[in-house]
């Protein structure tokens, strides 16, 4: 998969959309080469956030161990969440009458979390508001990839469906997001005591 496609995506129902529908790439293929290395982002960034900055961030004094059992934990648990969505998202078709093969639904749950997944880029720079406002461009940014998506993957017939199924998407997202940042903070208060 090509990131200099996600612009384009960002902003067209066609561009990358089509390459993605018209390619059909496995559940593995894509697993293995492109979850994977997304995933490794975040936790990396982690990494080096504590390693760099650490003591000038409360919520990263932390130890070494506790460090790194955090974000193999949050790199499990992003692992785990992608084919549990391709699942859901798959099953949210059936709202508007258009449930896509699990491969089609799978590669749309792996591309809509990039700018979530590269977001974390960010903690180069040790600014908390600088952080919080590229996190919140990236939750706009995977929005913007549902919007966009739906139509190929679940090939719907009109405009109304499609807002039907990205309204459904974006709801099962955001509750995807949030159950992985909770997860996160419990194995943060599990790796603290």
Known sequence: MNLMMFPRMLVSRREGWDWLTRFHPSVAKVYLAYVIPMSLIPPAMLMYAWRNYGDELPLLDIGPNQAMTLA???FAAELLMVPIMGFVLQKIGSVANAEPPYHAAF???A???TPLWLAPLALAVPSLAFNLTVT???LAGSAALIYQGVDRTYR???EGHSLLVAGSVLAAGLVAWVTMIV???VAWGAVLS
């Open 72 to 74: 193999a934990i949050f």
């Open 107 to 109: 590669a749309f749950a």
């Open 111 to 113: 591309v809509v979390p």
């Open 136 to 138: 919140l461009l990236a």
């Open 156 to 158: 719907l017939p009109d």
């Open 183 to 185: 997860a996160a903070f």
